[in-house]
């Protein structure tokens, strides 16, 4: 049988109110009371009901993430980030995905804690506006994700897009590759996080006095393993040849082109280099290992979950505020090689 608040209390010779003070941290309690309080919790194995506490106060316990698309291994792991640090505050993660339908996320965006049983959100959107933002009316804190938005009048956790994509195109350059081939632009409205990383390819080349080259630019529909494939299809039949390097702007596209690198009879990284991003494991475990740039996810996480919980607790009442994450560059050998990365 589970131990009881009642149990603790009688363990540790004190009132049933001090060991809820204690546990729940609602109040001073002198040192000695403390010590005797949590020696006992330790020694009956004591789990608070959290259920009973957060219905106490109006509150479920839960969190809405809310992403694109799950088998999208970036997100995938973004959440298991998410739920983990959710879990160290107390809170349990309710995943859904919207297959960046704009009907979907307007929904979800758009549902107060009160119906949907959860206390706030934190959004990845692809297809909300400025505008459905503007008018969502839930009393439910909200957290958005990536580059959707800018001075959405939410709190807004991202990295720095265009420095990545710098630092990736820049270590091609640095290896004396000289016609760096881009897959991934998506000059459209819901394209934004493509676009910051199309600017920082960009930037790399005007650093170096370079023109870049629009037809080495390769646009896709999404972020997956097929749109890679197709991409670097594409950069095979150019009239001057492939390029001898090409920054991918996810892993999964990134991993799609060096299978058609390979099945071509061209090689990794000898013939064409290879930079994905998002530094998913697969990458980690593939042949040729995946060079990438890696966004800090369990900072992304962190930072969301942390806004979001000091919200609900009313220890924020500023305007809302950018968050930045940092990002690396981790070098394996779809650039360096096998001997070079080992």
Not at 6 to 25: C, F, K, L
Not at 65 to 70: G, I, N, R
Not at 161 to 173: Q, R
Not at 191 to 218: C, I, K, M, N, S
Request: glycine share 8%; aromatic share 6%; hydrophobic share 45%.
């Amino acid at each position: 049988m589970a131990a009881r608040l009642r149990d603790v209390a009688e363990r540790a010779g004190v009132s049933i109110r001090t060991v809820s003070n204690v546990v729940n941290g609602y109040a001073p309690v002198s040192d000695e009371k403390r010590i005797r309080v949590e020696t006992a919790v330790a020694e009956l194995s004591y789990r608070p009901n959290v259920t009973a506490r957060n219905l106490k106060h109006g509150r479920s316990g839960l969190i809405a993430l809310v992403v694109p698309e799950l088998d999208v291994a970036y997100f995938a792991e973004l959440a298991r980030a998410v739920v983990t640090t959710a879990r160290e505050h107390g809170y349990t993660v309710v995943v859904d995905q919207t297959d960046g339908e704009p009907d979907r996320e307007r929904e979800l965006m758009m549902r107060d804690g009160s119906a949907a049983m959860f206390d706030g959100v934190i959004l990845s959107p692809l297809a909300l506006s400025q505008a459905d933002l503007a008018r969502r009316d839930a009393a439910s804190p909200l957290v958005l994700l990536g580059e959707r938005i800018a001075d959405s009048g939410y709190d807004h956790v991202a990295i720095d897009n265009v420095a990545a994509a710098d630092l990736a195109t820049s270590h091609l350059f640095g290896l004396g590759r000289t016609r760096i081939a881009a897959i991934g632009d998506q000059p459209y409205e819901t394209g934004e996080t493509a676009q910051l990383r199309t600017r920082g390819y960009e930037q790399a080349h005007r650093r170096r006095g370079l023109e870049v080259d629009p037809t080495l630019v390769v646009p896709t529909r999404r972020f997956h393993f097929s749109d890679g494939a197709e991409a670097m299809q594409t950069l095979l039949r150019h009239p001057d040849g492939p390029p001898d390097a090409v920054f991918c702007f996810n892993d999964l596209v990134a991993l799609g082109a060096i299978r058609v690198l390979l099945a071509a009879g061209l090689r990794v990284p000898e013939d064409v280099a290879v930079v994905g991003f998002d530094n998913i494991e697969a990458g980690k475990y593939y042949t040729p290992s995946l060079t990438t740039v890696a966004p800090d996810k369990g900072a992304i996480a962190r930072l969301a979950v942390e806004r979001l919980v000091a919200r609900l607790a009313g220890e924020v009442d500023e305007a809302p505020v950018e968050l930045w994450a940092e990002h690396e560059l981790i070098v394996r050998e779809s650039t360096l090689g096998r001997a070079a990365a080992n």
